[in-house]
């Protein structure tokens, strides 16, 4: 089993900027396709970005041109580099692969702690 850590959030400005890690446990990281997950209060959780174990990424409109996700195999990390921040960003972040059953197969099914961002002035 893989356990996941996040970190990297905190309190940030309207236009700043907020680098994520998510770190990974186990060789089996560099196989998956990952992805950032956000969850704001009272809304779903949503995927804002995807890279996958060759480099491909791609990003949800909302997010696009303004977050980069990457990852360092050898490290087992993906990174979520945030630029332009705005309120709306405010939520949890949280890392993971990209389906059910992926998830299942790394985690066990279970999620992190997350890490809160919040965009306030």
């Known amino acids: 089993q893989v356990q996941l850590v996040e970190s990297g959030g905190g309190l940030v400005q309207p236009g700043g900027s907020l680098r994520l890690s998510c770190a990974a446990s186990?060789?089996?990281?560099?196989?998956?396709?990952m992805g950032w997950y956000r969850q704001a209060p009272g809304k779903q959780r949503e995927l804002v970005a995807a890279i996958t174990s060759g480099g491909s990424t791609n990003y949800a409109d909302s997010v696009k041109g303004r977050f980069t996700i990457s990852r360092d195999n050898a490290k087992n990390t993906v990174y979520l580099q945030m630029n332009s921040l705005k309120p709306e960003d405010t939520a949890v972040y949280y890392c993971?692969?990209?389906?059910?059953?992926?998830?299942?197969?790394?985690?066990?099914?279970?999620w992190g702690q997350g890490t809160q961002v919040t965009v306030s002035s």
């Open positions: 186990g060789s089996i990281f560099s196989i998956n396709a």
């Open positions: 993971n692969a990209l389906s059910a059953m992926a998830i299942a197969t790394m985690t066990g099914g279970s």
